[in-house]
Protein backbone atom coordinates (compact mmCIF):
# COMPACT_ATOMS: atom_id res chain seq x y z
CA UNK A 1 0.00 0.00 0.00
CA UNK A 2 1.69 3.19 -1.16
CA UNK A 3 1.59 5.95 2.27
CA UNK A 4 0.29 9.46 1.31
CA UNK A 5 2.20 12.35 0.47
CA UNK A 6 3.96 14.02 3.21
CA UNK A 7 2.06 17.61 3.30
CA UNK A 8 3.61 20.72 3.24
CA UNK A 9 2.51 24.60 4.23
CA UNK A 10 3.52 27.35 2.09
CA UNK A 11 2.60 30.86 2.33
CA UNK A 12 1.66 33.77 -0.64
CA UNK A 13 0.21 36.64 -0.69
CA UNK A 14 -2.49 37.94 -3.33
CA UNK A 15 -1.85 40.81 -4.85
CA UNK A 16 -4.07 43.96 -5.71
CA UNK A 17 -4.77 42.30 -9.05
CA UNK A 18 -5.45 38.92 -7.88
CA UNK A 19 -2.00 37.27 -8.59
CA UNK A 20 0.28 35.16 -6.19
CA UNK A 21 3.44 33.61 -6.97
CA UNK A 22 4.11 29.93 -5.83
CA UNK A 23 7.34 30.05 -3.57
CA UNK A 24 10.58 28.75 -5.16
CA UNK A 25 10.51 25.49 -3.16
CA UNK A 26 6.89 24.48 -4.55
CA UNK A 27 7.55 25.72 -7.92
CA UNK A 28 10.82 23.38 -7.86
CA UNK A 29 8.99 20.66 -6.28
CA UNK A 30 6.32 21.19 -9.38
CA UNK A 31 8.66 21.47 -12.12
CA UNK A 32 7.06 24.81 -12.78
CA UNK A 33 9.22 27.49 -14.62
CA UNK A 34 8.29 31.19 -16.09
CA UNK A 35 5.13 30.26 -18.87
CA UNK A 36 3.83 26.80 -17.30
CA UNK A 37 0.44 26.36 -16.70
CA UNK A 38 -1.39 24.90 -13.86
CA UNK A 39 -4.77 24.54 -12.89
CA UNK A 40 -6.74 25.59 -10.02
CA UNK A 41 -9.39 23.07 -8.20
CA UNK A 42 -11.63 24.63 -5.59
CA UNK A 43 -13.21 22.34 -3.06
CA UNK A 44 -14.81 24.43 -0.56
CA UNK A 45 -12.37 26.56 1.13
CA UNK A 46 -9.52 24.96 -0.47
CA UNK A 47 -7.53 25.18 -3.76
CA UNK A 48 -5.44 22.81 -5.10
CA UNK A 49 -2.79 23.20 -7.76
CA UNK A 50 -1.86 20.83 -10.59
CA UNK A 51 0.50 21.48 -13.06
CA UNK A 52 -0.66 20.58 -16.21
CA UNK A 53 0.90 18.05 -18.27
CA UNK A 54 2.99 19.13 -20.96
CA UNK A 55 1.44 17.90 -24.18
CA UNK A 56 3.55 16.50 -27.19
CA UNK A 57 3.01 18.19 -30.03
CA UNK A 58 1.93 16.49 -33.36
CA UNK A 59 4.34 16.88 -35.91
CA UNK A 60 1.87 18.49 -38.27
CA UNK A 61 1.07 21.02 -35.45
CA UNK A 62 4.27 22.31 -35.79
CA UNK A 63 4.68 22.93 -39.60
CA UNK A 64 4.52 26.13 -40.52
CA UNK A 65 5.76 27.42 -37.28
CA UNK A 66 9.15 27.58 -38.64
CA UNK A 67 11.13 30.04 -39.66
CA UNK A 68 13.64 29.08 -42.08
CA UNK A 69 16.89 31.10 -43.16
CA UNK A 70 16.82 32.50 -46.53
CA UNK A 71 17.54 30.31 -49.32
CA UNK A 72 17.51 27.17 -47.14
CA UNK A 73 14.70 23.78 -47.21
CA UNK A 74 12.95 22.33 -43.76
CA UNK A 75 15.40 19.49 -44.68
CA UNK A 76 18.06 21.63 -44.75
CA UNK A 77 17.66 23.44 -41.49
CA UNK A 78 16.86 20.38 -39.74
CA UNK A 79 19.94 18.61 -40.78
CA UNK A 80 22.17 21.42 -39.82
CA UNK A 81 20.36 21.36 -36.36
CA UNK A 82 21.00 17.61 -36.25
CA UNK A 83 25.11 17.25 -37.39
CA UNK A 84 28.35 19.10 -38.41
CA UNK A 85 27.89 21.54 -41.47
CA UNK A 86 29.37 19.15 -44.08
CA UNK A 87 28.04 16.20 -42.96
CA UNK A 88 24.86 15.79 -44.42
CA UNK A 89 26.04 14.51 -47.74
CA UNK A 90 28.16 11.94 -46.30
CA UNK A 91 25.44 10.81 -43.90
CA UNK A 92 22.96 10.75 -46.83
CA UNK A 93 24.71 9.07 -49.21
CA UNK A 94 26.81 6.60 -46.69
CA UNK A 95 26.51 2.85 -47.53
CA UNK A 96 24.39 2.12 -45.22
CA UNK A 97 21.15 4.72 -46.54
CA UNK A 98 18.87 3.14 -49.33
CA UNK A 99 16.61 5.90 -48.64
CA UNK A 100 16.29 9.86 -48.04
CA UNK A 101 13.32 10.67 -46.41
CA UNK A 102 11.95 14.31 -46.49
CA UNK A 103 9.50 16.09 -44.34
CA UNK A 104 7.33 16.43 -46.92
CA UNK A 105 6.65 13.22 -47.64
CA UNK A 106 5.84 12.36 -43.77
CA UNK A 107 2.95 14.97 -45.04
CA UNK A 108 1.52 12.79 -47.91
Known sequence: ??????????????????????PKELREALHLEA????TLVARGE????????RRRRDFREAIGTLTLPDGMT???????MRHD??????L?????????????DLLK
Open 35 to 38: GSRV
Open 74 to 80: AEEYVSD
Open 85 to 90: PGDREI
Open 1 to 22: MTEPAEERIYYATVTSKGQITL
Open 92 to 104: QSGPGVKEIIRAS
Open 46 to 53: TVTVKPEK
